[in-house]
């Protein structure tokens, strides 16, 4: 199937736009090894994906916290300190142009996250980016986890697109495919992940960086 310009953006916001980097200061000041971040992210998504595949369901907060107590010795005042460094995430210094130059090419642009609410409001008025942004959009709402389908048809309506109309942008290869089994056009760009797993259906659109994701969405046919 040739996949068209799309009508709208979505970009997954934790890591894809937004920089972890006072989380992972907030586990340093606890004591934590730098590395730590890591393993708790990760534990942090296992655990909202399991419960999503058997119909249930927890908040990202609390399955943040679940990790974290499972992947270091933090009292559950410190757990919730190292939660509120979610507070204090700012945009990667590539996103202002890249959100930028969709809004000026006539593109609408939304964030799509399984995160807390307020999350990437807070981070995307830090950075000075908010009147890029047309709608935060979170699978809190529908009490599911991306890469549930489910979550991308909903995204799609909420913007009332087609979903072939719709592109997921992110830094993680789990939600572009997620993304593109939904109907979506996905478009990957490493950060963390240094490259795209190979088990998976190739991205629609691979780039080195952010802008280049991008560019290639905007080159599209229309």
Request: with cysteine; glycine share 8%.
């Amino acid at each position: 199937m040739t996949r068209r310009r799309p009508a709208v953006v979505a970009l997954d916001v934790n890591e894809t736009l937004l920089d972890l980097a006072p989380v992972r200061a907030t586990l340093v000041e606890a004591g934590q090894p730098e590395s730590l971040l890591r393993a708790v992210f990760a534990r942090t998504l296992l655990t909202g994906f399991a419960a999503t595949v058997v119909g249930d369901w927890c908040s990202f907060r609390e399955a943040f916290d679940a990790a974290l107590e499972q992947e270091s010795d933090l009292s559950p005042a410190a757990r919730s300190g190292v939660l509120e460094g979610f507070a204090e995430l700012s945009p990667h210094p590539d996103v202002e142009p890249a959100l930028r130059r969709l809004t000026e090419a006539g593109v609408r642009v939304v964030t799509l996250s399984h995160g807390s609410p307020g999350v990437a409001e807070a981070g995307l008025a830090r950075g000075g980016i908010t009147p890029l942004v047309e709608a935060t959009l979170t699978s809190e709402s529908i009490r599911a986890w991306k890469p549930a389908r489910e979550v991308y048809l909903w995204a799609a309506g909420r913007c009332g697109v087609a979903p072939d109309r719709l592109a997921l942008v992110a830094a993680h290869g789990w939600d572009v495919l997620g993304a593109q089994r939904a109907g979506l056009t996905g478009a990957w760009f490493p950060r963390s992940e240094r490259v795209y797993p190979s088990v998976y259906a190739a991205p629609h659109v691979r780039a080195d960086d952010l802008a280049g994701a991008v560019e290639a969405l905007l080159a599209l046919p229309a």
